[in-house]
Nanobody, 121 residues
């Protein structure tokens, strides 16, 4: 399975973006889908994960209430709706797949290439 992240761009503080992660070459529904981000000079940070069924979701405290993760197994996608964006949300955003709804980067076997999100003040 290969993952392709898209939807990044430049947005003003307070605005919204929707990121999408599309899987090809296999079935994404066999995996939990997660989103991470990495800002320059910082470690990769867990943001959100959705279980393979879509019934369970988990968020980091930094994005809870602002970001929403969803999946569409018919389309083989996992999306991240980001609202009320802040300049500190600026980072490269990565989607990933794991055997379960984990928050550690080490539990994820498959990664997309990343999409840049820049939030201006």
């Amino acid at each position: 399975v290969q993952l392709q992240a898209s939807g990044g761009g430049l947005v003003q503080a307070g605005g919204s973006l929707r990121l999408s992660c599309a899987a090809s070459g296999g079935t994404f529904s066999r995996y939990a889908g997660g989103w991470f981000r990495q800002a320059p000079g910082k470690e990769r940070e867990f943001l959100a994960v959705v279980s393979w069924s879509g019934r369970s979701t988990y968020y980091s405290d930094s994005v809870k209430g602002r970001f929403t993760i969803t999946r569409d197994n018919a389309k083989n996608t996992v999306d991240l709706q980001m609202n009320s964006l802040k300049p500190e949300d600026t980072a490269v955003y990565y989607c990933a797949a794991s055997r379960g709804p984990y928050s550690s980067v080490y539990e994820y076997d498959l990664w997309g290439q990343g999409t840049l999100v820049t939030v201006s003040s």
